[in-house]
């Protein structure tokens, strides 16, 4: 029986006014290949996307940033604004429709922040597609300017079926595939989506896949990504037709392969992981009775062991009425982010800016679209609100736990924080404070953020954490709160029991167990020495470092913030050798205006007083990246776009920033100087000082200096080269060490070997003194090492002249420079130059 046909037609008229683009000079391999479907782009001149048809909403991303709509003669319409704009994560966006709503011709779909995105995508150009192209025919595009809600853009008929043909008639036996596991990194994305469509296409079967217990047609690209699908997640194909068989085996063996994307195949269920070893240069300590870990945060403390388990919750995994359920979800969600603004604020309150900003990250964290959709979808699966969210911030956490990246995975415990105070929300427990004995030691697995904030300090005088680092959240607020910790510490901590006696050394990142009397009146003589010591620094914290034999160090800094600089001038600090300008950009929705930095480096110009002040430029990257300045995802963020990088690439946030410093530096009494991060090479220092000297120029400052931080061997080992370029250096040891060793000092397993006393790092310090002072110019150490007692000797010896400590450490710091004699600390320094391992440096310099 043949088939009638009648023809239908799809209009659209244009969504956004500008200037059509052929989609095949998109920029995207994914839209110019017509991967995902077939249609223009248009470069808008509007900040309105409107509706170009009447349909159905279908599909509207959680960044806000792509909608689809389906006609009601099955025309599937999707509107992508811009090019990588899903990493904004919906800023510069807002929705003005919802899934599932109707809409009519040249109603408002998203309006978005031209200016905003513009600078932070890769492209505003706006795709506009009929993602199931091959259910019509003859289609036109537009060319030329199109105006908004008035020009049609894509013409198309299509036929549909009056009658069946004779193969529709025939019944068909269904064909299902197996489960198969999806090895996609990402699930099925638009790109092995839309290899899916092309494969389903060469057969005449009808064909749908499963997952989640939601069906799409194997045809549609749009349906296929509206599965929302994951890693992991098990599909099944199902066809009817002749061809169906061939059709199911052919798709089912793409999907095991991955659809063309290059990712591994999904391990199988009977693998068998290896157990962890210990490595043959693990640092182990002779004594049973010592356990190691990595110093989180300095001091020392004798307590009891309070053994920290994490709070377990009961939930059921179902629940009938899905839309309670999603009510539920979002009164949690008002209610806890309720809870952390009243946390930051009262951090706030109390001077704890830190820790005020770290509540205000887990705000942004919850407010994440992504995983709020995530969780009502599992809702509407017929999951209660409790289990959806956890399932969802789960999927969150194990793509963390995965990147080579300690920074990034350091947050899994902030999601875990986020995950606890949700269930509790949900489940209705209370938040009950921990209650703790006197001289409390904490053992954990990890400390969320807020369980570190409510600790008593009272009673809470340490705490090790089998997993975490030195740049994990509770690691800065455990630095804050002025109480040791150590990270990474030895499984066999767990296994003590409560009450047990144990001495915490943040400072060698170690817990003695088993304590004796005599060791416990050891170490306390000791502490009541020390500070005695303490006491002796801070009174003579404004007299000059100078030697024995009268060489005169200078000792100034490390600041963060106003606060940090007026402490600096109470504590004896003869200036600030960095200030980390980070402070004004991080934690903030866009970047700080010229005006507004220069208003804060002129206040803390101003409590210098006259001494002078070191400016790092913004130091930011793919490592610690900025909210409104998105980046794509780098394989070694460490080796990428960061530091000067940052302002070379970006000049207008390079160029509004020495700008505010330079106005900063006017009418002052201090010598301001711009120090440069991450330098490598001349090219790279000509091209930032070249902006400070046009600004400088037409603001008529005079009164700076330009210098580099020495952070990567090359510029160490090129030192008298930069000295022509450079007024000064000042050397980063903890970067220098990392790259030096190529160990990643946040590294778990790595962080105890990275040690900046190695001979390698020492030699290229060395080198950099050597080649700056043949020029004449300068050279501080603003790294961990300056405020290292075992390492200022050997900086001395080595011909540093300024050292930039934390500002807690400057009185004690000087105290050690005046007890120090320069001939001494050369001669150490040409042995530490010899040794062969960081161990055997330190066993050379035993410190104060």
Not at 224 to 233: A, F, R, S
Not at 741 to 750: F, Q, T
């Amino acid at each position: 029986m043949t088939s009638t046909t009648v023809q239908q037609t799809v209009s659209l008229t244009a969504p956004l006014s500008g200037i059509v683009v052929p989609l095949e000079q998109v920029p995207d391999p994914v839209f110019a290949g017509k991967m995902v479907g077939d249609g223009i782009a248009i470069d808008p001149t509007s900040q309105v996307l409107l509706s170009p048809c009447e349909g159905t909403v279908s599909t509207l991303h959680p960044a806000h940033h792509a909608v689809s709509i389906t006609t009601a003669n099955g025309a599937e319409v999707l509107m992508h604004i811009g090019l990588d704009t899903v990493l904004l994560k919906g800023d510069g966006f807002t929705a003005h429709v919802t899934e599932g709503q109707q809409v009519k011709v040249g109603e408002p779909l998203i309006e978005f922040d031209a200016d905003q995105v513009a600078q932070q995508a890769r492209s505003l150009v706006t795709m506009v597609l009929i993602t199931n192209p091959d259910d019509f025919s003859n289609f036109s595009f537009a060319a030329g300017k199109v105006v908004s809600n008035q020009d049609i853009i894509i013409q198309a008929g299509s036929e549909s079926a009056a009658t069946q043909n004779s193969e529709e008639a025939q019944d068909f036996t269904a064909v299902t595939s197996e489960l198969i596991a999806l090895p996609n990194p990402v699930g099925l994305h638009a790109r092995p989506s839309a290899n899916l469509v092309a494969l389903a296409k060469q057969f005449s079967s009808k064909i749908t896949i499963s997952c989640h217990g939601n069906a799409a047609s194997a045809r549609s690209v749009v349906a296929i990504m509206g599965l929302n699908t994951k890693q992991g997640d098990e599909v099944q194909l199902t066809a009817s037709g002749a061809d169906a068989e061939a059709a199911i085996a052919a798709i089912s063996q793409a999907i095991k392969e991955g659809l063309g994307e290059d990712c591994q195949e999904a391990p199988l269920a009977t693998a068998e992981s290896l157990p962890e070893e210990q490595s043959l240069l693990a640092v182990t300590h002779d004594d049973p009775n010592c356990l190691l870990g990595v110093s989180a945060s300095p001091g020392s403390a004798i307590g009891v062991v309070v053994q920290l388990q994490e709070q377990t919750f009961d939930y059921p995994e179902t629940a009938e009425n899905s839309e309670a359920q999603v009510a539920a979800l979002h009164d949690a969600l008002d209610a806890v982010q309720q809870d952390l603004t009243e946390l930051q604020q009262q951090m706030t309150q109390q001077g704890q800016a830190d820790k005020a900003e770290i509540f205000q990250a887990h705000q942004e964290l919850l407010s994440d679209p992504e995983l709020i959709e995530q969780g009502e979808t599992f809702i509407h699966r017929g999951k209660s609100a409790a289990f959806a969210f956890n399932q969802a911030i789960d999927g969150q956490v194990q793509v963390l736990k995965q990147l080579d990246n300690p920074m990034l995975a350091g947050r899994v415990s902030d999601l875990d924080d986020i995950r606890n105070r949700m269930l509790r929300k949900l489940l209705g427990l209370t938040d009950d404070a921990m209650a703790m004995p006197e001289n409390a030691i904490i053992i954990a697995r990890d400390l969320t953020p807020s369980m570190t904030a409510n600790l008593d300090p009272s009673k809470v005088i340490g705490f090790a954490t089998t997993e975490g680092g030195s740049s994990s959240h509770s690691a800065i607020l455990a630095r804050g709160m002025g109480i040791p910790a150590v990270a990474g510490i030895d499984n066999q901590a767990q296994q003590l029991a409560d009450g047990s006696k144990v001495i915490l050394d943040g400072d060698a990142g170690q817990l003695r167990i088993n304590v004796s009397d005599e060791e416990i009146n050891n170490i306390q003589q000791r502490q009541a020495k020390q500070a005695e010591q303490d006491q002796q620094d801070l009174a003579s914290a404004h007299d000059h470092a100078i030697t024995t034999d009268d060489h005169q160090m200078e000792v100034v800094a490390n600041i963060a913030n106003l606060n940090d600089a007026e402490k600096s001038v109470k504590l004896g600090g003869e200036g600030v050798g960095l200030l980390r300008s980070e402070f004004l950009f991080l934690d903030r929705a866009t970047a700080p205006s010229e005006d507004e930095q220069a208003q804060q480096y002129s206040a803390i110009v101003k409590a210098l007083q006259g001494r002078p002040i070191i400016i790092r430029t913004l130091d930011v990257g793919g490592d610690k990246p900025l909210d409104y300045m998105p980046m794509p995802a780098e394989e070694n963020p460490f080796l990428g776009e960061r530091g000067i990088r940052i302002g070379l690439n970006r000049p207008s946030i390079l160029r509004t920033q020495v700008r505010a410093i330079l106005r900063a530096a006017q009418g002052s009494e201090s010598t301001v100087r711009i120090m440069f991060p991450m330098i490598a090479t001349l090219e790279e220092l000509q091209a930032a000082k070249q902006v400070v000297k046009q600004e400088a120029e037409q603001l008529g400052v005079s009164n700076y200096e330009v210098g580099i931080m020495v952070e990567v061997p090359s510029t160490a080992v090129m030192a008298e080269q930069f000295a022509e370029e450079a007024d000064f250096f000042s050397i980063g040891t903890n970067d220098l060490t990392q790259y030096t060793l190529a160990m990643d000092r946040g590294h778990p397993k790595l962080a105890a070997q990275v040690d900046g006393l190695n001979p390698a790092v020492l030699k290229l310090i060395e080198m950099t003194v050597q080649g700056a002072h043949k020029a004449g110019k300068w050279v501080g150490v603003c790294g961990g090492l300056a405020s290292d007692p075992q390492a200022v000797p050997l900086l001395l010896g080595l011909g540093v002249d300024e050292l930039s400590v934390s500002v807690p450490a400057l009185p004690a710091i000087k105290g050690q420079i005046r007890e120090l004699s320069l001939s001494q600390c050369q001669t150490l320094a040409q042995q530490a130059l010899k040794a062969g391992t960081a161990t055997a440096v330190r066993q050379l310099s035993p410190g104060r």
